[in-house]
């Protein structure tokens, strides 16, 4: 019988991982690019190689990155965009000055990111407003370009340790004063209404921190989270201590948020640690009476914890059974109804769909709503794929997710590092989050999440992929 390694192996396709490699390093685009780029690297990198600006290149690339990860919950989207072009200038600068320091490695995972990202821009060309659909795929080749300073800068472990805290810094704000928010009892955002007026949460305070929207505060902390609790176990002495402190905030805020979406991932992040954290520390457990008891009790306590916790907060018992009352609850009604529109336009723009981007649906959603539910998007990410780019962008999106997540169970059961199953587990525990929270919510395409969303893909990839680089240990 195959092990899971082997099954998860061949099911990632990481077993044709050089098959990919030659594939893509010999196709013409690529050796046109390489060309175009050594040209440029033998005229700059001779004059500019001892200068001061060669020496703090790598500095400035990395300080761009940590900046972009900890300002982003507190600036505008464009703002945002604004720093993930300050990353690429300064990454761009130290390929040319110095490119032995830049990765250029490729493989299958970036090989379905990148179909995933044509094929948006091919729908742009069907769609029936192709001036609004280049607007929004533009906005999605920021995000790539994002994702593209992630990997290349991200390479190794002493790179990522300090981006980690730059996030783990900034979610502790963040949290700190959604949870002053709470103290409080801050009014909505410009007086939004977030909930049903019959509900008895109606008037509960919901806090949303910077982000001015509870449901996109929930969206950040869980990607956040995730890789706060996963560094936690990289870390040793006072650093343990500092990250506690942060999910000390972190998980209360989320909790404050009273995001449904948000409390449906938390357990999605819990279930992940749960399953993940049994076949990293499978030997101790089964070795170990005592820590396979405290394993199974753990997750007893935790399973009844939850269940006295709704039990004894009313509110918040009322608001989790929501989620399962269909069109009991007036939100509920309203995300039915855009879905059921959405599918209609759907399968009226089969094949290629109707071009990616916010505006775009703005333009074409009202010929199909029921009265009185307008939307800003399809509220599911896999319905809104499909509107966008049509049953061809929706099987590239569900393959460029399901190889990212099959590759990090490939790493978390097979024989990787001790730094390498903990960081894919983070990863894995916050795509999953985000993708239970994107089942009914829009948060995924707000930049403070989308950012976030490209860093887990990015970590996936190169940790996975370079498993050695990472150490096979804490770091000190």
């Not at 280049?134 to 390479?155: C, D, E, H, P």
């Amino acid at each position: 019988m195959p092990s899971l390694e082997n099954i998860f192996y061949k099911l990632s396709l990481k077993n044709k991982e050089d098959f990919w490699k030659n594939i893509i390093s010999n196709s013409l685009l690529i050796k046109s690019v390489a060309f175009f780029i050594s040209l440029v690297e033998k005229f700059v990198s001779p004059i500019s190689k001892e200068s001061f600006t060669a020496k703090i290149s790598e500095l400035l690339t990395l300080a761009s990155i940590m900046l972009l990860i900890f300002a982003s919950p507190f600036v505008s989207t464009e703002f945002n965009a604004n720093l993930i072009i300050l990353s690429v200038v300064c990454t761009s600068l130290q390929h040319f000055i110095k490119p032995e320091t830049i990765s250029r490695k490729t493989d299958i995972l970036l090989l379905s990111v990148v179909v995933f990202f044509a094929i948006n821009f091919i729908s742009v060309g069907f769609s029936p407003y192709i001036m609004a659909s280049l607007k929004g795929f533009s906005k999605l080749i920021i995000y790539f370009l994002a994702y593209m300073v992630f990997m290349v800068n991200l390479g190794s472990m002493k790179n990522l340790r300090l981006v980690l805290w730059a996030m783990v810094f900034s979610s502790s704000i963040v949290s700190a004063y959604g949870c002053y928010q709470f103290y409080i009892k801050v009014e909505p955002y410009q007086g939004a209404l977030w909930d049903d007026p019959n509900a008895m949460t109606f008037k509960t305070t919901r806090v949303y921190s910077f982000l001015k929207n509870p449901n996109l505060l929930a969206g950040y902390l869980i990607p956040t989270i995730s890789f706060s609790t996963a560094f936690y176990f990289l870390n040793i002495g006072w650093r343990k201590l500092l990250i506690l402190a942060s999910l000390a905030v972190q998980v209360p805020c989320l909790y404050f948020t009273y995001s449904r979406g948000g409390w449906l991932a938390v357990l999605g992040i819990l279930g992940t640690f749960a399953i993940g954290s049994f076949f990293i520390y499978y030997e101790k457990i089964i070795k170990s009476k005592n820590v396979k008891l405290f394993f199974i009790g753990s997750i007893i306590l935790g399973i009844l914890a939850f269940i006295g916790f709704l039990i004894k907060s009313p509110a918040t018992l009322e608001r989790f059974t929501s989620i399962f009352t269909s069109r009991g609850h007036s939100s509920n009604s309203f995300r039915m109804n855009v879905w059921i529109s959405c599918w209609h336009i759907f399968k009226d723009n089969l094949l290629i769909g109707i071009g990616p981007g916010n505006t775009t649906f703005e333009k074409i959603y009202p010929l199909y709503m029921f009265s009185g539910f307008k939307a800003l998007s399809a509220y599911n990410i896999f319905l809104e794929t499909a509107v966008e780019t049509g049953l061809v962008g929706l099987i590239s999106f569900v393959g460029m997710i399901g190889l990212h997540i099959l590759r990090s169970f490939w790493g978390i059961v097979g024989k990787t590092s001790y730094n390498t199953k903990m960081l894919l587990l983070g990863s894995l525990a916050g795509l999953i989050g985000l993708i239970i929270q994107g089942m009914a919510d829009t948060v995924w395409y707000r930049p403070q999440v989308h950012i976030l969303l490209w860093f887990i893909m990015a970590i996936i990839t190169i940790v996975s992929r370079d498993e050695i680089a990472y150490g096979n240990g804490k770091d000190s």
